[in-house]
């Protein structure tokens, strides 16, 4: 009996995973999940899931189910504009720390020819 309703479990977990209503819920993890701390990975994993969702309302349109397909479409629309305002800030923090960084470079490269010029004087000085 128990294996029975351990066998229906996995059955509607498995169903629910399927469902364009279970992969809404992964790309909200997905997205949250990216939103927090983006990598290629975690952009990569999103994207599937966003792919896998658009087959599900195919599929539903396919079928006849246009409200469902609609309800969606509507709300993988809202995930791509919030996937794609990540991306942007994403962006942005990557261009931010490639200037900042860039400019710590030219810090220290101003330092280094200080510091040469500085030991060349001494040496031109030395008696």
């Given at each position: 009996?128990?294996?029975h309703a351990a066998l229906a479990m996995?059955?509607?977990?498995?169903?629910?995973?399927d469902s364009p209503q279970g992969t809404v819920a992964t790309a909200r993890k997905?997205?949250?999940e990216y939103q927090t701390a983006p990598d290629n990975g975690k952009q990569e994993a999103l994207e599937k899931t966003l792919t896998m969702l658009d087959e599900q309302i195919a599929g539903l349109e396919k079928k006849g189910d246009l409200v469902q397909a609609d309800l969606f479409r509507r709300q993988a629309a809202t995930l791509r504009?919030?996937?794609?305002?990540?991306?942007?800030?994403?962006?942005?923090?990557?261009a931010?720390?490639?200037i900042q960084g860039f400019g710590d470079a030219i810090k220290e490269a101003?330092?280094?020819?200080?510091?040469?010029?500085?030991?060349?004087?001494?040496?031109t000085n030395a008696p």
């Open positions: 009996m128990k294996l996995v059955a509607l977990f498995l169903v629910g995973c997905q997205l949250t504009t919030d996937f794609q305002a990540a991306r942007m800030a994403r962006a942005l923090n990557d931010k720390n490639a101003g330092k280094s020819f200080t510091e040469t010029l500085g030991n060349a004087s001494k040496e």
